[in-house]
């Protein structure tokens, strides 16, 4: 049978696992509904959730160490990616801008990921203990979804401004938001999605 830390450890894994996924497979562009999003709006929702999901079993203080060490593991990831595509590669390997394409980016959108994703999950920890302190340990659906809608909204903004803000002359401030608030509606119909499952973590979880 697994122990209350094993169950947090796989949470755990999932978060650095889905948190890689949204800076690797997800620079793909897709539509839904017509709307341009990321595919990593798939694992977005796993960050916020996993976050709610320890902090209310364990506490607000344990969640920020996790995120803060997940930020550092995400530093060092993109650190080491562009040394990687920085080295020369063997002569007979012919694949090296595919490569550079595939897993390199601008450092304008390595900013714009590393910068959103610190603040928004940073900020949701805070909140959500700030509104469990307020709700007790009753409504748990309120602290998750509150927490999680404003700091999806606060990811979205940060990273479309840092990434895209006057990238061209169309990148205005009013183009940006018609690809925000779009696409931040997706992230609350996922928020919203996935309460039973901060439910049955948390009850997991405490079991």
Same mark, same amino acid.
């Given at each position: ?18 948190m890689v996924l949204v800076n690797t497979i997800g620079s793909k562009i897709i539509s839904l509904a ?74 304008r959108m390595t900013c714009a990921s590393i910068v959103s994703f610190a603040v928004s999950q940073k900020?949701?920890?805070?909140? *959500? ?33 840092i990434a895209f803000w006057h990238l061209t002359p169309t990148y205005t401030f009013s183009f940006l *938001? ?11 119909? *996922? ?17």
């Open positions: 049978m697994l122990t209350r830390t094993s169950k947090r450890d796989i949470i755990y894994a999932l978060y650095i696992t889905f017509g709307v341009r999003v990321s595919v990593g709006i798939f694992f977005m929702p796993v960050l916020f959730v996993a976050t709610d999901i320890v902090g209310e079993v364990y506490g607000e203080k344990e969640v920020k160490t996790f995120v803060n060490i997940s930020l550092a593991m995400l530093v060092i990831m993109v650190a080491m990616t562009r040394l990687c595509i920085a080295i020369a590669p063997n002569e007979n390997w012919p694949y090296q801008n595919e490569y550079s394409i595939i897993f390199g980016s601008s450092l900020l949701d920890v805070v909140l *959500f203990a700030f509104i469990r302190r307020i709700t007790g340990e009753k409504h748990l659906w309120i602290r998750n979804n509150v927490a999680t809608i404003i700091c999806q909204f606060l990811d979205t903004v940060l990273f479309e401004f *938001f018609t690809l925000i608030i779009p696409y931040w509606l997706f992230k609350v119909l *996922f928020a919203l999605l996935d309460t039973p499952i901060c439910y049955l973590g948390v009850r997991w979880l405490k079991g």
